[in-house]
């Protein structure tokens, strides 16, 4: 059953104006409900930032620096950094709208329905939906804003505007229509029957991006997806990404044994095999800002770790960066709390992380020279008897 009175504020997540709205909507209407754009994660977060306590949650450093674990950390930094950033900028803190509405649903006597999909499971799903290239252009993307001058950000409260919203929309359904898709169209239609299913009067209290679909959703609610549905990492049909991270190593394992076999010699092949993953990985490990020991663990890692797709030569480079730079918990906390990137530098758990990806990045390299260099002659001999 729908709402008996819905009201949705559509707000800019780092501007005063919308931060006055949102509480004298509330106040003025005193609703049976107040919900808001946050996931019980983002809300637990919020109130334990507000308080003061730090997030007994946070992951420990091994479980952050392995698999996905890395790149949803990233990305999830990178955006609440973003934010923040912007935030600064505006003289508003991040989320700030969405705390107003709380404080003033208490205060009214309303009660809070949290109506976005979990954070951690919107980012998977859009991230499964990206290709290479465009999770390429995404971080190229993100890191580009880091260097960009103060005097580039203009009026937050231009992106109420339509036009202004949608030439953003525009451009980011340009660069990944199926990560658009996630991040955009499924949360309308997620936080439209999380609306439907409330009963009595109600202010929702959402971004503005997301006021135009999620009217469209209550207004065509056969068109929503089941709730469980998009609660699902979807996963291609077809992991062509892993199935050539396990390819690749595999024939090369197969080479080498079968030259062996036949009595080739392949000392100077396994030495450019070494040279070129271990010592690309060293070299991104530099690159990246690790100490000398972290680049020679990845060195000596590279060439093992490149023949099995389960591991990475960053994640060994990672513990060794963490371990010498005492990496605690606190700076994981506080990553996403910096406000310019010469903080963020500083960061410890950030240069780690600079350090997994410099080391994996060079001995991806070094594996796919390794095969014009190194299989492509083996195989030759090979086949030359």
């Known amino acids: 059953m729908p709402p008996e009175k819905l009201q949705i ?44 306590n730090e997030d007994k949650k946070t992951p420990q450093i091994r479980e952050i620096l392995k698999g996905n674990n890395l790149i949803l950390f990233l990305v999830s930094g990178f955006l609440s950094y973003m934010q923040k950033k912007i935030g600064d900028d505006m003289g508003v803190k991040p ?62 409260e231009s992106i109420k505007e339509g036009d202004t919203l949608a030439e953003v929309m525009e451009y980011f359904q340009k660069m990944s229509p199926q990560a658009y898709h996630v991040l955009v169209d499924e949360r309308d239609a997620y936080m439209a029957q999380m609306l439907l299913n409330q009963e009595g009067s109600v202010v929702a209290v959402v971004g503005a ?9 209550m207004e065509n609610p056969q068109e929503i997806t089941p709730l469980y549905e998009l609660n699902q990492i979807n996963k291609s049909r077809v992991p062509w990404g892993k199935l050539i991270l396990f390819l690749i190593p595999l024939i090369f394992i197969i080479i080498f044994v079968l030259a062996f076999l036949k009595g080739i010699d ?51 480079a990672g513990i060794v960066e963490a371990k010498l730079s005492h990496v605690s918990m606190d700076d994981a906390s506080s990553i996403g709390k910096c406000n310019s990137f010469k903080e963020l530098w500083k960061n410890k758990l950030f240069r780690v ?26 195989f030759s001999k090979l086949m030359g008897g």
């Open 9 to 52: 504020i559509g707000t800019a997540h780092v501007s005063q104006k919308s931060v006055e709205e949102v509480k004298n909507t509330i106040m003025e209407n005193e609703p049976d409900i107040v919900a808001v754009e946050l996931c019980p994660a983002r809300y637990h977060n919020m109130m334990n930032e507000k308080e003061g």
């Open 95 to 156: 989320g700030a709208e969405m705390m107003a509405a709380m404080e003033a649903a208490q205060e009214v006597g309303a009660r809070l329905a949290l109506i976005d999909r979990d954070i951690q499971i919107t980012l998977q799903r859009a991230l499964n939906q990206m290709s290479a290239w465009e999770k390429l252009k995404f971080f190229y993307g993100i890191l580009g804003s880091f260097f960009s001058k103060d005097d580039q950000i203009e009026d937050l």
């Open 209 to 217: 991006g997301h006021q135009g679909g999620i009217e469209h959703y």
């Open 266 to 316: 392949i000392q100077m092949n396994l030495l450019e095999f070494v040279l070129l993953t271990g010592g690309l990985s060293f070299v991104g490990s530099i690159l990246a800002g690790s100490k000398i020991p972290s680049a020679v663990v990845a060195f000596l890692v590279a060439p093992i770790t490149s023949l099995h797709p389960l591991l990475a030569a960053g994640w060994f």
């Open 353 to 378: 992380l600079l350090v997994v990806l410099g080391a994996n990045i060079g001995c991806t390299i070094g594996t796919f020279l390794s095969i014009p260099h190194v299989i492509f002659p083996l």
